[in-house]
């Protein structure tokens, strides 16, 4: 029996024009782009996981249909009024004398440039055949390396599902596929036909962007197997070239372009119509085991979420989780391994997860909660849990966890009240709130380590500890953990402190 993708309840991806609600008077946000760019933004384009340092400016409708922001790849450079409200006012010195200098507009713009350049490396279609299972029906370019991307468009367990859509990894690209599944009355294909329609690029922010394309492809692919001309055409416009490099890594964003993008939303364009967003499900779905996941992601661990298809709203975990991770203060966590997002994986993956020293993935394969050697955290369902004896005691919530998660809480309902008294078109919505709080917190945390080991006493004291927001008993195994792996060998721990 086939079951009705969940998506649809759950992430209703869709962007409103502007002109039906505008804000204060403000001109829509398709006015603001330039002609190429409202050609090439679908109507229903849906929002793609990004990751603070490989996003822009945050842009599109907010969840009551206003407009933001400038979208993410606006050639407009934005201005200080754009720029997150700061904590204090030495906070707003700094930064306004950052956003007047002209380093900052530097910055922005090759960021933007880079954006712009953000394009297709191939475009294919795979299909399900009774007797080969999936099987890389037709691609372009034709001598495109695409092994083992029959496995990640139509990811295992589809066939439950009417329709899903995946992002992944493959080599150095990311990509993105859309799954259908269509009833048909053929002894062959055993009464269903299914496709995906799926593109690889060099970064993954603004792949949601021909969501709806894909979408509407697969649906022909169904209907008329074989038509491959519009594919042909979006991949003649479309596609990027892309520099030479030594080694053939492309990264997600240029180093360069962070301290651009710290200073607006630490997203791409992921606004949505529906009230509830993705990181606002994120988070009502596991709870208070969210402080859990923030602690393993800012430790670097490598987290592995199971869930059976569909795999899409998974993969917005994928994104939501790495976000618990941003931290904006210069030159923290360049020597700890990077956050890799793998979005889907299998069982060809399985090589390369064994070489990974920090990930984030999901998987509809429940062989891999066999594998332990794989990863460190195993999710399934809202139950997260690990192998690693010297991690266990992180699964358990401290007092501190509690009181974060509180006022988390609190400020989402401060919030949505906010913006149905008053009406308030204002740029901040449900999915800003979230980033922001637990940038926030690592900001802190870091800020306060560096205050400490600045100092002529460099010793964590219980005082330090809770200036970090943390719970000098509870969270004491968490902080070591800390301390190691970002390098602050030279702290000295307080007595008193470790003895819980």
């Not at 899409?312 to 890799?340: D, K, Q």
Request: net charge negative; hydrophobic share 35%; with cysteine.
């Amino acid at each position: 029996m086939v079951e009705r993708s969940d998506r649809a309840p759950l992430l209703d991806w869709e962007e409103v024009p502007s002109a039906e609600k505008p804000c204060g008077g403000a001109a829509p946000a398709a006015a603001a782009l330039p002609p190429k760019e409202r050609l090439t933004s679908p109507a229903n384009s849906r929002a793609s996981p990004g990751f603070g340092w490989s996003a822009g400016p945050a842009g599109g409708p907010t969840p009551d249909g206003c407009s933001s922001a400038p979208p993410a790849t606006s050639s407009t450079p934005a201005g200080k009024d754009e720029a997150l409200p700061p904590d204090d006012d030495d906070d707003d010195e700094e930064f306004e004398h950052l956003s007047d200098s002209v380093e900052f507009v530097a910055l922005e713009d090759r960021m933007v440039k880079w954006e712009e350049k953000d394009q297709i490396v191939s475009v294919f279609v795979v299909t399900f055949n009774t007797r080969s299972g999936n099987m890389l029906e037709w691609c372009l370019p034709k001598d495109m390396d695409l092994e083992g991307v029959e496995f990640k468009a139509i990811a295992s367990g589809s066939h439950r599902v009417t329709t899903d859509f995946i992002y992944f990894r493959k080599g150095s690209y990311f990509g993105l596929a859309c799954f259908a599944n269509m009833p048909v009355e053929s002894t062959v294909e055993r009464g269903a036909r299914m496709k995906s329609v799926g593109i690889l690029s060099p970064s993954y922010t603004l792949l949601y962007r021909y969501m709806s394309f894909l979408e509407h492809q697969v649906r022909l692919q169904l209907q008329t197997p074989g038509h491959y001309s519009p594919l042909e055409a979006f991949y003649e416009d479309k596609r990027a070239l892309l520099p030479h490099s030594g080694d053939g890594v492309v990264i997600a964003c240029p180093a360069n372009a962070w301290g651009a993008a710290i200073n607006h939303s630490m997203h791409p364009e992921m606004k949505i119509t529906h009230p509830a967003g993705c990181m606002s499900q994120f988070i009502r779905f596991f709870g208070e085991q969210i402080m859990v996941l923030w602690k393993l992601a800012l430790l670097r661990r490598r987290i592995l979420i199971f869930s059976p298809p569909p795999v899409g709203v998974v993969c917005y975990r994928v994104y939501c989780c790495c976000c618990l991770a941003n931290i904006s203060i210069p030159g923290i966590g360049v020597t700890v391994p990077e956050f890799r997002p793998f979005f889907y994986v299998n069982v060809a993956d399985i090589s390369a997860l064994e070489n990974e020293l920090s990930y984030v993935a999901c998987t509809t394969e429940k062989i891999f909660e066999e594998k332990k050697d794989l990863y460190d955290v195993y999710v399934d369902n809202q139950n997260v849990k690990t192998h690693r004896e010297g991690l266990k005691p992180l699964l358990r919530l401290s007092t501190a966890d509690r009181e974060k998660y509180r006022k988390l809480t609190e400020q989402r309902q401060m919030l949505l009240y906010s913006q149905e008294e008053n009406g308030d078109c204002v740029s901040t919505s449900e999915e800003d709130l979230f980033i922001l709080f637990f940038l926030e917190q690592n900001n802190r945390i870091f800020q306060t380590l560096g205050e400490v080991a600045a100092s002529s006493d460099p010793t964590l004291t219980q005082e330090s500890v809770r200036a970090m927001g943390l719970d000098p008993h509870g969270d004491r195994l968490f902080l070591l953990h800390l301390l190691e792996i970002y390098g602050y060998d030279t702290l000295l721990v307080s007595e008193q402190l470790c003895c819980s």
